[in-house]
């Protein structure tokens, strides 16, 4: 599903990313862990060309995002994004900000957009806020509106930045609890998160990102419990 | 001592004067809401030819008084170009092209307030920049502008009162020139002064309904 090759991102004269190499398989849920810092948002925000790519490259659904035949909004409908600060439209309600991509982007009827919205909206538990706005929910119901709304395009990859770091400590499970269905379901999934638990319980593979590179992946009991690397070592000592 | 009731005598001609203040307003505006946004959306672009043209144009109008501009416009212009504008095509075009750079920055202000998660948000769902300008920037940067537009063409109302200066015939056109032979200069420019508080005032309550409305 993804391809990274070699993959380089700077800022200015700031190499961000130094040199990335992995493999996402179709249907595997895959977390990045790390520091604050270690360019993991920069390495999420790649796959979808929020950020350019400086060098190398990033194969997604077999398209090159390199090459510049590649229509890139194209690509972003089959890849979602969730985002920390949720990022949801303020000034739409909750099924207007679900509805919205479909009808734009895969031009279908309002009808047909809302039952998709609809049913998505059950299934991340919040059908009877259709109506409100973002304003009006919680951040655990913002960010799984947020869920929904990219869920609607319906992607073949999700992307996930850190979803649960703006939460309060309660709010925190419904979220995971939602992502956790999704893999259930067989969505490929990449995680940036803290929530080790999540990793442990739902990732089929962890990479560890520091300084810009993947220092080390490997199924979570391996990471988790025996990792090769010091670094790793040290990083899981502290948030563990 | 002061004879407010002779006012009424008065009252067609400041009434034509009051028509062509709010005709030179609107029109003026108007076209200096089209120059806003495109100039606007010009000091946010990436195309540096754009963003020059456009920073350009902001800040020699602002930088110079609308009085001067007026006068320039009407009196120096046309002997470069050998062509005289009517006074008041003048009139319009100097509100015009004055209200157009206020009005640009305002543009520019609100459309750069908007949280950059929200076009991000867009594009990750695979509309296009043009699309996530209209359907999640825009609107969201107009209802921020509506203040301080709102204050913008209240400036500019009033200064359509400069314009006597370039023989415009608007409402202190006519005041002066009726208190000028009928010696009556505190009924005339009371009456005057009031006109151009009853529009802005106005103007200000129709402002506050609109905002109410777009809350959300
Ligand atoms: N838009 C940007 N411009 C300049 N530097 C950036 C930008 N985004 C991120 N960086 C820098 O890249 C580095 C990695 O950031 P990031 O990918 O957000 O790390 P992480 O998500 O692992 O905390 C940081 O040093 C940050 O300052
Ligand atoms: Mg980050």
Redesign the pocket.
């Known amino acids: 599903m993804i391809t990274v090759q070699d993959l380089h991102k700077s800022?200015?004269d700031?190499e961000?990313?130094k040199g990335i190499n992995c493999e996402v398989e179709e249907k595997e849920v895959v977390c990045v862990i790390?520091?604050?810092?270690?360019?993991?948002?920069?390495?999420?925000?790649c796959l979808n060309l929020l950020?350019d790519i400086t060098s190398g490259n990033v194969i997604v659904d077999g398209y090159n995002l390199k090459d510049k035949t590649t229509d890139i909004n194209m690509i972003r409908t089959e890849v979602g994004m969730v985002f920390q600060q949720f990022n949801l439209f303020p000034h739409k309600t909750v099924i207007e900000n679900v509805m919205l991509a479909p009808r734009k982007v895969r031009k279908i009827s309002v009808q047909e957009a809302r039952e998709r919205g609809e049913a998505l909206l059950k299934k991340v538990g919040l059908a009877e806020k259709a109506d409100q706005y973002p304003a009006q929910l919680s951040g655990g119901q913002q960010q799984r509106v947020a869920i929904a709304r990219a869920l609607a395009m319906e992607p073949k990859l999700m992307l996930f930045?850190?979803p649960t770091s703006a939460l309060d400590p309660e709010l925190v499970g419904e979220v995971l609890e939602v992502m956790k269905q999704l893999a259930k379901e067989g969505m490929t999934m990449v995680v940036?998160t803290h929530e080790m638990g999540f990793a442990r319980e739902v990732a089929d593979r962890v990479m560890f990102?520091d300084e810009?590179i993947i220092m080390e992946e490997d199924t979570p009991e391996i990471i988790f419990t025996n990792p090769a690397s010091e670094r790793t070592k040290n990083f899981l000592n502290k948030v563990l | 001592m002061f004879d407010f009731g002779q006012v009424i005598d008065f009252l067609p001609q400041l009434g034509k004067g009051l028509y062509y203040t709010l005709l030179i307003s609107i029109v003026g505006l108007l076209i200096g809401f089209i120059l806003g946004a495109i100039f606007g959306l010009g000091r946010i672009s990436k195309n540096k030819f754009f963003f020059i043209i456009a920073s350009i144009y902001v800040e020699v109008i602002r930088g110079t008084p609308v009085l001067v501009q007026a006068i320039w416009l009407y009196f120096a212009l046309p002997i470069i170009l050998q062509f005289q504008m009517a006074s008041i095509t003048a009139g319009i075009v100097v509100i015009a092209i004055n209200s157009g750079a206020y009005i640009a920055e305002i543009v520019r202000g609100s459309v750069d307030s908007i949280n950059k998660g929200q076009m991000e948000a867009g594009r990750s769902l695979g509309l296009n920049k043009h699309q996530t300008m209209r359907y999640i920037i825009w609107p969201q940067a107009f209802k921020r502008m509506i203040p301080p537009l709102g204050n913008q063409f209240i400036i500019s109302i009033k200064d359509t009162s400069l314009l006597s200066v370039i023989l415009v015939p608007e409402l202190m056109f006519q005041g002066r020139y009726i208190a000028s032979n009928h010696f009556n200069a505190v009924e005339i420019y009371t009456t005057v002064a009031l006109f151009y508080l009853v529009i802005n005032f106005s103007l200000s309550l129709l402002l506050r309904y609109i905002e109410r409305r777009l809350n959300y």
């Open positions: 800022f200015g700031n961000v990313l790390g520091p604050s810092g270690s360019g993991k948002s920069t390495f999420l925000r950020e930045d850190e940036v990102m810009g």
